[in-house]
């Protein structure tokens, strides 16, 4: 298995929404992570959605924030975007 270079960057995506997510709910996403949350946006099939995620990730760095017990059963691994 190949295994990725460590510079590469990482994004995780711990959720999406068709609405803007709160300033608290990003604030609340850095904090319990420890690392920086953002919201990016994407359309997809012609429905425009707003994603709450934390990074830019190192290698290093996506290991501890992904090894973290989490509520968010739907949190999802980027590449750096």
């Known amino acids: 298995m190949l295994e990725p270079a460590d510079t590469e ?24 992570y420890n690392t920086q949350a953002y919201e990016s946006q994407i359309d997809l099939d012609g429905e425009h959605w707003y994603r709450l995620r934390l990074g830019l990730l190192q290698r290093t760095r996506r290991r501890s924030v992904c090894s973290r017990r989490t ?11």
Request: proline share 0%.
């Open 71 to 81: 509520r968010q059963v739907s949190a999802r691994l980027d590449r750096g975007q």
């Open 9 to 32: 960057t990482y994004a995780v995506n711990l959720d999406s929404s068709r609405q803007k997510f709160e300033r608290e709910a990003l604030a609340a996403a850095a904090l319990a």
